[in-house]
């Protein structure tokens, strides 16, 4: 038996508080990329009750992303658009899941993350990385972005942090470690930085902009 | 002088130049020239001034 939208609205207004939750609930957010850390960051932000999740991806569901990325076996071939969008739909019936099945470059970003408050970069790549962050400044100078840099390897969750490098920038990670090293990547840490994306864009939604 | 990353540094030149100096891959980074985004298409013809203040940050891959 699936709770009516009333239900989940005020199970979480309960908690976060009514006005609080308002934000939340009408807080439109685009994650780009659902690998390992946008998947993590898009539930972690459907089960807080965010109200629109844009969520954009061009890739498959591959064997090796199971490691950690929040996908099922079964689901093993499927765009990650859908699949993501069947586990959002879930966890959160309600939120409103908006994907696009397409690579994100220079020339897409304009048109396709013009109506998105907030910019969550979760792509795997450093170049894809750059080019997100430098499109959406050149075009949006007005938005947040919460990207993700440095979270490979096993090296200690607690070197993993929010730091705001721009006005509008925060990057979360160590900063360091690069998946290109050779020293893999484990659901533990990319779920630390997952975290820190996720509660940063909460932060952001609020209204308070301090790391 | 300028301010790179919050540390002094005595440099005259474009952007494109203090990313060749500093050893960045300027396909990596995002900068910021006081507080302003620096388009990757105007790396080569921005120039640095004395005063100035940049941010200059570096992605590394993983996700």
């Known amino acids: ?211 | 002088m300028i301010t790179v990353n919050g540390e002094k540094l005595d440099f005259t030149g474009t952007v494109a130049e203090l990313l060749d100096v500093l050893e960045y891959n300027g396909k990596r980074v995002a900068v910021e020239l006081n507080e302003n985004i620096v388009p990757k298409a105007d790396y080569g013809s921005t120039e640095v001034s004395d005063g100035d203040k940049l941010e200059i940050v570096r992605f590394v891959g993983g996700g």
Do not use: W
């Open chain 1, 1 to 211: 038996m699936i709770p009516s939208e009333k239900e989940v609205y005020n199970a979480l207004a309960e908690r976060h508080g009514e006005d609080l939750q308002k934000k939340i609930s009408s807080a439109t957010v685009a994650v780009c990329g659902i690998g390992g850390l946008g998947s993590n960051i898009a539930i972690a932000l459907a089960r807080a009750g965010v109200g629109q999740l844009h969520i954009i991806d061009f890739d498959r569901v591959d064997i090796s992303n199971l490691n950690r990325q929040q996908y099922f076996a079964e689901q093993v071939g499927l765009y990650k658009t859908d699949a993501m969008t069947e586990n959002l739909h879930r966890i959160a019936p309600y939120c409103r899941i908006v994907p696009d099945c397409v690579r994100l470059d220079e020339n897409n970003i304009p048109e396709l993350l013009r109506n998105d408050d907030i910019i969550c970069e979760a792509f795997d790549s450093a170049e894809a990385k750059a080019v997100l962050v430098n499109s959406v400044f050149e075009n949006f100078p007005e938005k947040y972005i919460i990207s993700g840099s440095g979270m490979a390897g096993l090296d200690s969750a607690n070197t993993i942090t929010t730091r705001r490098v721009m006005k509008r920038l925060y990057i979360c990670g160590d900063g360091q470690t690069d998946v290109d090293d050779g020293t893999g990547l484990f659901s533990s840490r990319v779920m630390v930085c997952a975290g820190h994306q996720s509660n940063m864009i909460l932060r952001i939604i609020a209204g308070d902009f301090n790391v």
